[in-house]
């Protein structure tokens, strides 16, 4: 096999080692366009899992790096005047330069040829001379635009310019230091990589970078003033640049990694914000991932679809985390005014891959510490903490999040409603809440929708409150009212979601005359006279509502429903009053919460919940979800439940764990109002994590309820607490701790009398 590198990188050498290495018959070139001393950056920093994975692929390289490591645990954040150490964290660094030495001796001891000095080739030429093209020629990558119609690769642009710098001494910790100037916020990383040495990067959003004229100034001018900025970390020392400039930070996604024989690695085919230390990491387990492969796999084609399938989750895992971390630097400004200690937390929880139990794991002392600044009494997790709205207080942090059951028989609840949610009462969660409640017949999303819009119905709903509050005292139980809109007249779920009924079709209203999606029924613009009807019907299902015993009530007005669908301006086309401008599209939403919270009892809460984006171009942007906010607020919401999406059929979202908690919490700092966090929080370790930072006051569960409808209380077990915000009913007190199981640990006999 004749294989061809593009890019002499770490990715690129560590390849041409483990493929000549697993074969000496492999004819391996590299082609590097630097000379060998040459390099960008300064230290490069690897977790014990790839170092591990380097020391069983290739020993003799893990020894030369291991002589020549610098590990340190603790990671500093200095802000506010203060500085809070966290400690147990355990990272390794090593110069760049000196890793590259160490592969290109590896290299060429194996009889790997390096071209130094050299442009390789164009791909296309390569392919045709060689059995593998293996393109590691980074974030710009030559190959990976030659190919783009194959890769379809996807680049985005953020919003904060850096600068890699390096300081001439070792700090005692991977250290994060905050500079409020009267330019904006600036932030240094910096990590030591050798005895004497440290990687400093600089970072400020693109605004407070020309704010302070650093567009303006040359590269020496630039280095002296963020060594004059951040001289306390520096210990009053010069910084050092290596052809150092000002960037921004690109996130290459791409939907495919090979074509024919050309293969995709490292910064090439993905990258990964530097804040979570991956590059070099992501390019070196590639490698190793790419090496086996070819290893198993007995012809090429399967060799690299293999490696794309294996390494393509793990990538887009790293990636969801550095872009977390990401836009939590993004918008830092957000948390200055946090205590110093939770504001540390925050930050060393924010790509979600620390959470509150690992970093009770690392450092008990520091976690224990910021649990009483946040005021857990001892012994309680954050997510045991109460929590009071209006007149109505909490004794935990958890929601059963809205699900609609589409199991009512004329919009009237019956047993099955009693059971799902009397289950999660008893499950010890601090808020139920019911499904989406539809304030009018024809404002069902299906023929098996709740109501609250008869004298039936509301009875049916007084007996579930009524089992709430005598069987499970502790617990509150929400109704969340909204019309269906565009989205009205479908299927159960079960039989086809958002599907049109086959018969019994009713007629749709909405903002504009606008269908969901192809083959959906198109709705008629509401008039005037209609807009106040259905205005009327809200307050009277408010009324029911309140007669019934429910201790909150939340108004929908997300996933594209009616209120949802004037709020989006991809579902708002109106010229009248009630269409154009935010202002305006926001107005009838608001004339019906008003007219809701007139007739809902002043000292019950009422909240709202949104959709922060639509996830499509043109639509709701988390900008404008932050103004949505502060304009219920303003008029009396209590807390905001921030949701994204389902507003237009065409819409992309971002999934991932907790992806929708960010724009909870911009809208929490921004705008001042609690709020509530939902989508994809499955952990009781995700949600103290969450509460504990900041980021949100409750967490709404789903999916998780309808797997354990104990969920709560067994997070109380599983972490030992005993405490109020989490109470056992009488019946269920003997299930309370952790039923035995069979032991996995136990000693192994002996089957063999050995040498």
Request: aromatic letters at 8%; charged letters at 25%.
């Amino acid at each position: 096999m004749r294989v061809a590198i593009i890019g002499g990188g770490p990715g690129g050498l560590y390849a041409a080692a483990l493929l000549k290495r697993l074969d000496p018959t492999r004819e391996v070139t590299v082609w590097e366009r630097n000379a060998p001393d040459v390099t960008f950056g300064f230290g490069v920093v690897l977790s014990d899992e790839t170092l591990g994975g380097i020391e069983h692929a290739d020993p003799v390289v893990y020894e030369a790096l291991q002589r020549r490591f610098v590990r340190w645990d603790d990671i500093d954040i200095v802000h506010a005047g203060t500085c809070q150490t966290s400690g147990g964290h355990g990272f390794a660094a090593v110069r760049r330069r000196t890793l590259l030495r160490i592969l290109h001796e590896r290299c060429l001891s194996l009889g790997v040829t390096i071209a130094f000095g050299t442009e390789a080739p164009s791909a296309d030429e390569l392919s045709r001379t060689h059995d593998l093209v293996i393109a590691a020629d980074g974030v710009h990558s030559t190959t990976r635009e030659t190919y783009a119609q194959v890769f379809r690769p996807r680049i985005t642009e953020h919003r904060c310019r850096y600068i890699w710098l390096a300081a001439d001494f070792a700090f005692d910790a991977f250290r994060f230091e905050i500079a409020q100037t009267e330019h904006g916020v600036m932030q240094l990383h910096g990590y030591p990589y050798a005895a004497d040495a440290s990687t400093v990067i600089v970072e400020m959003r693109e605004e407070v970078w020309r704010a302070a004229g650093f567009d303006e100034l040359g590269p020496d001018e630039s280095v002296e003033r963020c060594a004059k900025i951040f001289s306390d970390a520096l210990r009053g020392r010069p910084l050092h640049s290596n052809n150092s400039t000002w960037t921004t930070f690109r996130t290459v996604v791409n939907d495919r990694w090979s074509h024919g024989n050309v293969v995709l690695l490292g910064d090439a085919a993905h990258t990964a914000h530097f804040s979570i230390g991956s590059g070099t990491k992501l390019a070196v387990e590639d490698a190793l991932a790419l090496a086996a492969c070819l290893r198993e796999q007995p012809a090429l084609d399967r060799a690299l679809a293999a490696y794309e399938e294996e390494r393509k989750p793990v990538v887009a895992s790293t990636q969801r985390a550095a872009r977390a971390s990401l836009e939590w630097f993004e918008n830092l400004r957000h948390h200055l005014g946090q205590p110093p200690r939770q504001f540390a937390f925050n930050l060393l929880t924010r790509s979600r891959r620390v959470t509150h139990d690992n970093l009770r794991l690392r450092d008990a002392r520091f976690t224990e510490a910021v649990e009483r600044e946040f005021g857990c009494p001892p012994g309680t997790p954050p997510m045991f903490t109460p929590l009071r709205l209006r007149g109505l207080t909490l004794r935990n942090r958890v929601v059963v999040s809205p699900m609609d059951m589409y199991s009512a028989t004329d919009g009237v609840p019956g047993d099955f409603h009693l059971v799902h949610l009397g289950a999660r009462a008893l499950g010890g969660a601090g808020l139920v809440m019911t499904e989406m409640v539809c304030v009018s017949e024809e404002g069902r999303i299906t023929p098996g929708c709740a109501g609250l819009y008869t004298g039936r119905q509301a009875e049916a709903w007084r007996r579930v409150t009524d089992f709430v509050h005598t069987q499970a005292p502790g617990s509150a139980i929400g109704v969340q009212l909204g019309h269906s809109g565009r989205k009205g007249s479908t299927r159960l779920m079960w039989e086809g979601m958002d599907e049109p009924l086959t018969r019994g079709n009713w007629p749709l209203v909405a903002a504009s005359p606008l269908p969901y999606k192809p083959g959906s029924q198109t709705p008629r613009q509401l008039s005037r006279a209609q807009l106040t009807d259905i205005r009327e019907q809200f307050t009277a299902a408010a009324w029911r509502a309140a007669r019934a015993g429910f201790d909150l009530l939340e108004l929908h007005c997300a996933h594209g429903y009616l209120l949802s669908g004037f709020l989006s301006p991809l579902t708002n086309r109106r010229t009248d009053a009630y269409g154009g401008s935010p202002e305006r599209r926001l107005r009838f939403p608001l004339e019906v919460f008003d007219a809701v919270r007139a007739v809902w009892p002043a000292e019950r809460p009422m909240t709202v919940r949104i959709s922060a984006t639509d996830w499509a171009e043109g639509g709701t942007t988390a900008e404008d979800a932050v103004e949505i906010a502060r304009a219920f607020a303003a008029h009396g919401a209590d807390a905001i439940d921030v949701s994204t999406g389902q507003v237009v059929a065409e819409e992309r979202p971002e999934f991932g764990r907790s992806y929708q908690t960010p724009f909870a919490d911009r809208i929490r700092h921004e705008a001042g109002v609690p709020v509530i966090a939902v989508g994809a929080i499955s952990s009781w370790d995700d949600v103290n994590s969450l509460i504990l930072a900041g980021r949100t006051d409750l967490c709404a569960l789903g999916r998780p309820h309808l797997y354990d409808p104990h969920w709560t209380l067994h997070a109380a077990a599983e972490q030992g607490y005993e405490g109020p915000g989490a109470v056992w009913p009488a019946p269920y007190r003997a299930g309370s701790r952790r039923p035995q199981t069979g032991r996995t640990d136990a000693p192994k006999p002996r089957l063999t009398l050995g040498g």
